[in-house]
T-cell receptor, first 117, second 115 residues
Framework: AQKITQTQPGMFVQEKEAVTLDCTYD???????LFWYKQPSSGEMIFLIYQGSYDQQNATEGRYSLNFQKARKSANLVISASQLGDSAMYFCAMREDPIQGAQKLVFGQGTRLTINP | KAGVTQTPRYLIKTRGQQVTLSCSPISGHRSVSWYQQTPGQGLQFLFEYFSETQRNKGNFPGRFSGRQFSNSRSEMNVSTLELGDSALYLC??????????????FGAGSRLTVL
């Protein structure tokens, strides 16, 4: 069974500091994808970054990077130079790929990030 | 291009009633997935439709059903509503083909309150 664990229910960070949000996963499938989404108070889920299980390099998207440690089954999100607008819930999710294109994400419980001015 | 559109955004129902939620995916996307988000259970996968066929199904009772039309628009229906069905229902669309990043784009959600 798939499982995503986010151990930090809440984090408080000073503006402009870097922040790392933890995510560990459990799967027996060799092919999978890992996603991070941001959910502001408005409710909409916003895609941030993706890492495939066979990707050799850590994914980066602007201020977001993913610290992928396959052997440890961890996929931590790093946000550099945090901004007030980064305050939101952050979800780590995993998709196993037994059927190409099939979409079924398993989400962690989320981390509520608060950026203080 | 237009994003994923969910209607209605908010609705209030009473126990025993039924509800239908609608989702219009991004143009060209053939996969539509539905998720339920509650404070207690978090985000849970309901089902996925691709080219009018249910391709994946989560662990929800038969009161939860869905369908997809030829234009890829999808509806989900919940019959005999229970208090525990109060949740934010999120719809997401993607191309539904290939592997890799094939990112899900979510709508703003439909917030259902059951009284």
């Amino acid at each position: 069974a798939q499982k995503i664990t986010q151990t930090q229910p809440g984090m408080f960070v000073q503006e402009k500091e870097a922040v790392t949000l933890d995510c560990t996963y459990d799967t027996s499938d060799p092919s999978y994808g890992l996603f991070w989404y941001k959910q502001p108070s408005s409710g909409e889920m916003i895609f941030l970054i993706y890492q495939g299980s066979y990707d050799q390099q850590n994914a980066t998207e602007g201020r977001y990077s993913l610290n992928f440690q396959k052997a440890r089954k961890s996929a931590n999100l790093v946000i550099s130079a945090s901004q007030l607008g980064d305050s939101a819930m952050y979800f780590c999710a995993m998709r196993e790929d037994p059927i190409q294109g099939a979409q079924k994400l398993v989400f962690g419980q989320g981390t509520r990030l608060t950026i203080n001015p | 291009k237009a994003g994923v559109t969910q209607t209605p955004r908010y609705l209030i129902k009473t126990r025993g009633q039924q509800v239908t939620l609608s989702c219009s995916p991004i143009s060209g996307h053939r996969s539509v997935s539905w998720y339920q988000q509650t404070p207690g259970q978090g985000l849970q996968f309901l089902f996925e439709y691709f080219s009018e066929t249910q391709r994946n199904k989560g662990n929800f009772p038969g009161r939860f059903s869905g369908r997809q039309f030829s234009n890829s628009r999808s509806e989900m229906n919940v019959s005999t509503l229970e208090l525990g069905d109060s949740a934010l229902y999120l719809c997401a669309s993607s191309t539904g083909v290939g592997s890799g990043a094939n990112v899900l784009t979510f709508g703003a959600g439909s917030r259902l309150t059951v009284l």
